[in-house]
């Protein structure tokens, strides 16, 4: 069964400061990936997502993530945290016709202190 | 646009009772789906439908029935409430495994 990890249930970072958020999956093939990201008492948001092609990808709010297929490795960053950016990352990863559905991550929580 | 909503926002149940929670999205999505959120451990597919008439289990789909009569709407039925289904309880829907799936407020359920 294929398995989502994010290995850092929390980050503090301050303001001005660059992020870098973690994730690894477990699955033979290469899936469809994603970040999502919760605010607080929110439902979830699509950060970015990862099909094939350029293993950088850029999403919103100032968001990119990099695939490295030898790492299994989906990883969220931002060069510069605004206090906004304070909320849950989640990664999902899908298995596309397999089964159209998303297993997530256990989500970080990123603080922004000023 | 609403997107997707979902009613009711919050819900106090007693251990037995049962409740419905309706999903409803206006995009015209094929895909809907429920999922449940617990600290620490992300969010846990329940059931899921393809398509209007269908739906599917999911990861944890034990003590929970969904329908989904109308392309429109996803319900989301507890027979019989247990504390264990104290969560926050997420609908979402896409229009394909690699569109993305857009997710309602979510429901705050606690069974007493």
């Known amino acids: 069964a294929q398995s989502v990890t994010q290995p850092d249930i929390h980050i503090t970072v301050s303001e001005g400061a660059s992020l870098e958020l973690r994730c690894n999956y477990s699955?033979?093939?290469?899936?469809?990936l994603f970040w999502y990201v919760q605010s607080p008492g929110q439902g979830l948001q699509l950060l970015l997502k990862y099909f094939s092609g350029d293993t950088l990808v850029q999403g919103i709010k100032g968001f990119e993530a990099e695939f490295k297929r030898s790492q299994s490795s989906f990883n969220l960053r931002k060069p510069s945290v605004h206090w906004s950016d304070a909320a849950e990352y989640f990664c999902a990863v899908g298995l596309g016709a397999a089964g159209n559905k998303l297993t997530f991550g256990g989500g970080t929580r990123v603080l922004v202190k000023p | 646009n609403a997107g997707v909503t979902q009613t009711p926002k919050f819900r106090v149940l007693k251990t037995g009772q049962s409740m419905t929670l309706l999903c409803a999205q206006d995009?015209?999505?094929?895909?809907m789906y429920w999922y449940r959120q617990d600290p620490g451990m992300g969010l846990r597919l329940i059931h899921y439908s393809v398509g209007e008439g269908t739906t599917a289990k999911g990861e944890v789909p034990d003590g929970y029935n969904v329908s989904r009569l109308k392309k429109q709407n996803f319900l989301l039925g507890l027979e019989s409430a247990a504390p264990s289904q104290t969560s926050v309880y997420f609908c979402?829907?896409?229009?394909?495994?690699?569109?993305?799936?857009?997710f309602g407020p979510g429901t705050r359920l606690t069974v007493l």
């Open positions: 699955y033979g093939a290469t899936p469809y």
């Open positions: 979402a829907s896409s229009y394909s495994i690699m569109n993305e799936q857009f």
């Open positions: 995009m015209n999505h094929e895909y």
